[in-house]
């Protein structure tokens, strides 16, 4: 377990965090601009200007202690064992690739294999490159090995596709995933876009004005935090299967306890992703809709009902063993006499979905 807590005034407002995040997996820390998320990496790395300023700490990696105020404990950052990608790749400029990957890996005990990553990585053709010759997504993944080689207890990734364009960043993402898959490493990864979230979140911090407002699994918080679905207001998660690749209608269709149909590209038979639905693009109906355009269709239990803030309804209901929700109004709830238990169908389009 990987404990966190600092208190420290910035420039524009006080920056007081605690949290706990998973030693294993990809915990996102996640926020809008401005709300504070770097300048808790830097504090957790040690790179942060904090100088003649009194910071407040207990900063603990699986029982080792990395800061604590109280004990005047403060580890150097090239002895805290933590590896930090940041936005921009930092390579060295007079360097090769090669020489770049190997300068921190030959300062240290690791026991990975740069041959290992180098062709995980798919970098072996890079080796003699210099940064100026690399693209966006090449200097990051050159980045990624570098960071990994030093076989870091925590590793950092602060927003690594944000300078990226569209192709660069879906190169890239199976190369993250890789990394928790295989290398059995944490990570705490900062983005402010929910489909990287989707993506690669195994647990969630959700961060605004310099605290941790809530965290836990991205399932549940996708339904109660309006920030983490960049107010679209309550949102749910469906785990799916791909079991069908309709390249005609440029349609996948998915297997989540039942079948539903999403517009999307760049899939596989059998891939596991996620997909996020906002409550407000969901209707309920007593039966099956004759001749619609909208694709899915599917049948629910009604588990619980909820008055929004919005004066509308929140609907919670079970599709399968997964939680879906729909935001109606009163007069809604009362012509269909929508009830705890009541057996109902959910319709929502297939372009509806963030994948």
């Known amino acids: 377990m990987i404990e966190v807590n600092y208190k420290h005034k910035l420039n ?5 965090i605690s949290f706990t995040m998973p030693d294993k997996g990809i915990t996102v820390l996640f926020g809008p601009s401005g709300s504070g998320k770097t300048s808790v990496l830097n504090l957790m790395s040690g790179l942060g200007n904090d100088k003649n300023k009194k910071i407040n700490s207990r900063f603990i990696i699986n029982d080792r202690v990395i ?13 805290r064992n933590i590896a930090y990608v940041f936005q921009d790749h930092r390579l060295f400029p007079h360097m090769t690739t090669k020489q770049n990957i190997l300068f921190g890996y030959n300062r240290c005990n690791s026991e990975l294999r740069p041959e290992v990553l180098i062709e995980k ?25 570098r960071a990994l080689l030093s076989q870091p207890e925590l590793l950092i990734l602060d927003e690594p596709l944000a300078s990226l364009d569209y192709t ?7 190369y993250i995933e890789c990394i928790h898959k295989e290398l059995d490493i944490p990570i705490i990864y900062v983005s402010h876009d929910i489909k990287e979230v989707l993506r690669l979140a195994d647990y969630i911090l959700i961060m605004d004005k310099g605290k941790i407002v809530d965290q836990g699994d991205i ?22 299967r791909v079991t069908k690749i309709i390249e005609e209608d440029k349609l996948v269709q998915l297997d989540c306890g039942e079948t539903i149909l999403i517009t999307a590209e760049s899939m596989r ?16 109906c007593l039966s099956p809709p004759q001749d619609s355009s909208i694709l899915n269709c599917v049948p629910i239990c009604v588990d619980e009902i ?6 509308k309804l929140r609907v919670i209901a079970k599709i399968g063993k997964q939680t879906i929700v729909s935001l109606i109004s009163h007069r809604s709830a ?22």
Not at 12 to 16: E, G, I, K, T
Not at 306 to 311: F, T, Y
């Open 269 to 284: 038979l059998n891939d596991k992703i996620r997909v996020l639905i906002h409550a407000r693009d969901v209707s309920l």
């Open 67 to 79: 800061d604590d105020s109280i004990n005047r404990i403060k580890i150097q950052p090239w002895f």
């Open 168 to 174: 660069s960043r879906q190169e890239l993402l199976p």
């Open 12 to 16: 524009n407002f006080l920056l007081d």
């Open 334 to 355: 009362r012509q269909l006499n929508i009830k705890k238990g009541k057996q109902m169908y959910a319709q929502f389009k297939a372009t509806a979905m963030i994948k």
């Open 219 to 240: 399932a549940d918080l996708c339904i109660s935090q309006p920030l983490l679905t960049q107010q679209e207001g309550a949102s749910f998660i469906l785990e799916a």
């Open 121 to 145: 990585f798919k970098i072996k053709e890079l080796l003699e490159h210099y940064p100026e010759q690399l693209s966006g997504g090449q200097k990051q993944r050159v980045s990624m090995v």
């Open 306 to 311: 909820q008055a929004d803030e919005n004066g």
